[in-house]
């Protein structure tokens, strides 16, 4: 079965531009969440879907990040435009819904990470 | 405020020697608590957690509500064992879906 799958794998732009993350979560997982790690920090929640629907967005930095999750498959990040602070690595992850009663022992499946680099 | 604290960036030890990775919460609720780790180039995977009081590659983990903490135990490490490990506490909400709050984690690097 394929995992948690995110593109690109690393990308490096210059400050201003914009960049856009993709992750394409376990099939048939509701819940697609997204994180991060800047340099030295912790990692920090960004925002959860479920489906299509922005479930919480209260990690998000400020408007210049927008996520979406059309369909209800897979997600986008984009960082428009982008500043040298957001340098960092984004994660995805996925996993179940509980009140459909399947197993859900609260472990989130993660993605490799996209690490940004913003010069 | 829901808060994961984990007080050493890095852990240096040598092979057969034993591991505390420590991990300190703050929460009011009832907490859930879960080891992940990220071997070299690998992903961030669920390494244990507290409610299934298991032994995963050796490593335990005791929640103790007492003194808040969550520590990651392993009476023998070997160099496989070297990673980053995070210390995460769950927040479940009604609507079907938890929300990870991640200590800075701890770099375990064994030493032959």
């Known amino acids: 079965e394929a995992g948690v799958t995110q593109f690109p794998s690393h990308s490096v732009i210059e400050k201003g531009q914009t960049v856009t993350l993709r992750c394409d979560p376990i099939s048939g997982h509701d819940n697609l969440y997204w994180y991060r790690r800047v340099m030295g920090k912790e990692i920090k929640f960004l925002l959860h879907f479920v489906k299509e629907s922005k479930q919480d967005e209260s990690g998000m930095p400020n408007n210049r990040f927008l996520a979406e999750r059309t369909g209800g498959t897979y997600s986008t990040l984009k960082v428009q435009p982008a500043e040298l602070e957001d340098s960092g690595v984004y994660f995805c992850?996925?996993?179940?819904?509980?009140?459909?009663?399947?197993?859900?022992?609260?472990?989130?499946?993660f993605g490799e990470g996209s690490r940004l680099t913003v010069l | 405020a829901q808060r994961v604290t984990q007080p050493e960036k890095l852990l240096s030890v040598f092979k057969g020697a034993p591991v505390e990775l420590k991990c300190n919460y703050s929460y009011s609720g009832s907490p859930e608590l879960f080891w992940y780790v990220q071997y070299s180039r690998q992903r961030l995977q669920l390494l244990l957690r507290h409610i299934s009081r298991e032994s995963i590659k050796g490593f335990t983990a005791d929640l103790n509500k007492g003194e808040t903490s969550f520590h990651l135990k392993k009476p023998f490490a070997q160099e496989e064992d070297s990673a980053m490990y995070y210390c995460a506490l769950s927040l479940m909400f009604s609507g079907g879906y938890n929300k990870l709050i991640f200590g800075a984690g701890t770099r375990l690097a064994v030493h032959p």
């Open positions: 992850a996925s996993s179940e819904d509980e009140r459909r009663g399947q197993s859900n022992t609260g472990e989130l499946f």
